[in-house]
């Protein structure tokens, strides 16, 4: 195709997404050209798109941490923001020590964590068997099930690094998300209950079943949830958390350390 041509096409397309109200058009335009095999697929791909489908889910893939991740429709797409959570549990799992990334959804952080220690041992969990599915594509040694509980028994008290990045969206705060996310997405990846806190509070409890002692717990979360976890996080034996923010200073994590309660003779459900 000329150039004359092709950057009319893409500002065609950018026009169409911005009309749909897409907020950088002309990238995505970019990215569906890339991805399209010839006109009638750009034309079903851009069509996706205006229909509100989330953008990985029409290319069938996104960028994290500079590798691609395979994104199955239906499966949580993973967010730039994350990119924080992801390198800061690199930096704790040592070259050969073990982690796991529970609600792994398309597989994003196992991946980056498989990457950039390849002896180490990266296991993850989903309830959503799509997502497990999505997981498995990316090359992530997964296991279908609730948090913690389908994770092979050999590795419980034994983890250098627990990950997640759980539902924590207010119920409340769902119809205030972008269109793309709301619509589309699963809302069982989303909702973590009326303060978002109850899947992070479970996730809380597993972690400190399965961490070795010293081991290193990672949350995704947002608002003032670090406060609201201080209770189960002090009752579980964590230290107190440090703030992962972004470069607005918005909070976008927690990352902790702490070990399994069994050390004290406590017990509690994964």
């Known amino acids: 195709m000329p150039r004359g041509a092709e950057q009319d096409l893409r500002a065609a397309i950018g026009a169409r997404l911005a009309a749909a109200g897409c907020v950088a058009p002309l990238e995505e335009a970019d990215e569906l050209l890339a991805a399209a095999a010839d006109r009638v697929d750009l034309e079903e791909l851009v069509a996706r798109r205006e229909r509100g489908d989330p953008l990985a889910w029409v290319t069938g ?11 199955r429709p239906g499966v949580y797409v993973p967010r730039p923001q994350t990119e924080l959570l992801a390198r800061r549990a690199v930096d704790r799992l040592p070259p050969q020590g073990s982690a796991a990334d529970l609600c792994t959804g398309s597989g994003a952080i196992a991946l980056a964590l498989r990457r950039r220690r390849p002896r180490a041992r990266v296991v993850a969990s989903d ?40 539902p924590y969206v207010p119920t409340g705060a769902i119809g205030f998300l972008p269109t793309d996310a709301r619509d589309h997405e ?4 989303l ?17 400190a079943e399965w961490l070795r002692p010293g081991g290193s717990l990672l949350l995704e979360l947002g608002g003032d949830q670090d406060t609201a976890l201080a209770r189960v996080l002090a009752d ?7 703030r992962l923010e972004d470069e607005e200073g918005d ?3 927690i990352f902790l350390r702490g070990g399994p309660r069994s050390r004290t003779g406590g017990g509690g459900a994964t």
């Open 236 to 242: 579980t034996g964590f230290d107190r958390p440090e």
């Open 61 to 71: 893939s996104t960028r994290f941490l500079g590798a691609t991740v395979r994104v």
């Open 251 to 253: 909070l976008r994590g």
């Open 127 to 166: 309830l959503d068997p799509v997502a497990c599915r999505c997981a498995a594509d990316n090359g992530v040694e997964v296991y279908q099930g609730d948090l913690a509980e389908p994770l092979p028994p050999e590795l419980r008290g034994r983890l250098d690094v627990v990950v997640a990045v759980a």
């Open 186 to 189: 699963p809302l069982g990846a």
């Open 191 to 207: 909702d973590g209950g009326p303060t978002g806190t109850d899947v992070l509070e479970r996730v809380v409890v597993a972690a």
